[in-house]
């Protein structure tokens, strides 16, 4: 059984989208052969990944196969070596030719097939499964979860000399760089007073981040003794791993919320504007999610006139670093 699966954009979306991966090897088994078109960046979450057998690199989707030789090379082996599924998780038109051109036995998913999802499906992740539920077993699709698997995790303990129990802090989010107002944001002012309280305490504090977001970190400086300065120095696979390797992690609605719930590490995500029942980290009943948000009136806002004419971003701003430290000691995390 040969599989191609498409699924570019954010590195969230890409976790949501790892759901079908251990479905696809429950339902037709272990030796499945399955590979992702996916963007450059995210699809780098796979480099450790036994279950993947390739990732098609995609990075300019919009342009037209005759200009992009990505997208010819993956027709290219496609024809050369039939799949027996295609399945496609973007909704995006510009998919389209991509999708008609690949030589695949059986097509399923988005731009494919009239799918009319029930109005309980609210979760991406929901909307997924929903996407393969036809295809796999009941059982399959009811026990179906977004899961990571990154680097070795004793070589990642071994390689970052991390403790045995510690507390990741993820300040940053995807929006961080983008020249606009960054609704998802959690001020650098309570990050710094939160690092400060958790620091009295015994457990180690480590802080990651991509690279190139050095101006960002450095309004977070200086950081107290007991902690771990991991930003920009782990690569996405051993950065999955770290994660599960965490007692718990703090994050605004950003990607390693996302790989959190998908390595079942205790999260706990600031929300304002996002709304978590479709796009916040995906609950299950093998991991634990804590969300903390005011829950205003104007919330989730997201993509909406109200959140384009907000100036002062009060839902997250009035989170306090008090407001999740006691979350964190109500969980017995610290």
């Known amino acids: ?41 995210t699809s780098k979450i796979f480099d450790n990944d036994p279950r993947i057998h390739h990732v098609f690199p995609l990075q300019h989707k919009k342009v037209p196969i005759f200009l992009s030789k990505q997208k010819r090379e993956i027709i290219k082996i496609s024809k050369k070596t039939p799949y027996d599924l295609l399945i496609n998780f973007e909704f995006g038109k510009q998919f389209l030719s991509l999708i008609e051109a690949i030589n695949a036995k059986k097509k399923i998913g988005a731009l494919i097939e009239n799918i009319i999802f029930p109005t309980e499906i609210v979760h991406m992740v929901d909307i997924i499964k929903y996407t393969f539920k036809n295809i796999v077993s009941p059982t399959v699709y009811k026990t179906s979860f977004p899961h990571l698997i990154g680097t070795d995790k004793d070589k990642v303990r071994k390689k970052y000399n991390l403790p045995k129990h510690f507390i990741v802090l993820s300040p940053s989010n995807s ?65 999955i791993s770290l994660i599960e390797l965490a007692d718990a992690l703090v994050a605004t609605d950003t990607g390693t919320a996302h790989i959190a719930s998908a390595v079942n590490t205790e999260i706990f995500v600031l929300i304002g504007p996002t709304p978590a029942n479709q796009t916040g980290p995906y609950q299950t009943q093998c991991n634990k999610v804590h969300i903390i948000s005011l829950h205003l009136p104007c919330s989730p806002c997201y993509k909406t006139k109200t959140m384009k004419q907000c100036k002062d971003n009060i839902c997250m701003k009035q989170i306090t670093p008090n407001m999740v430290y006691r979350s964190l000691l109500s969980a017995k995390v610290v």
């Not at 040969?2 to 790892?18: H, N, P, S």
């Open 1 to 41: 059984m040969r599989v191609i699966i498409i699924r570019c954009g954010a590195l969230g979306d890409l976790v949501y989208a790892t759901s079908v991966i251990d479905a696809l090897k429950a339902e037709y088994g272990k030796n499945t052969i399955i590979d992702f078109v996916s963007t450059p960046g």
């Open 175 to 239: 929006h961080q760089k983008r020249n606009i107002m960054n609704y998802r944001a959690w001020p650098n002012e309570h990050w710094k007073k939160l690092i400060k309280i958790l620091s009295s305490t015994s457990l180690p504090i480590v802080i990651i981040g991509d690279k190139n977001e050095e101006e960002f970190f450095k309004h977070l400086k200086p950081y107290p003794i007991n902690t771990i300065n991991l930003v920009g120095k782990t690569p996405l696979s051993d950065l």
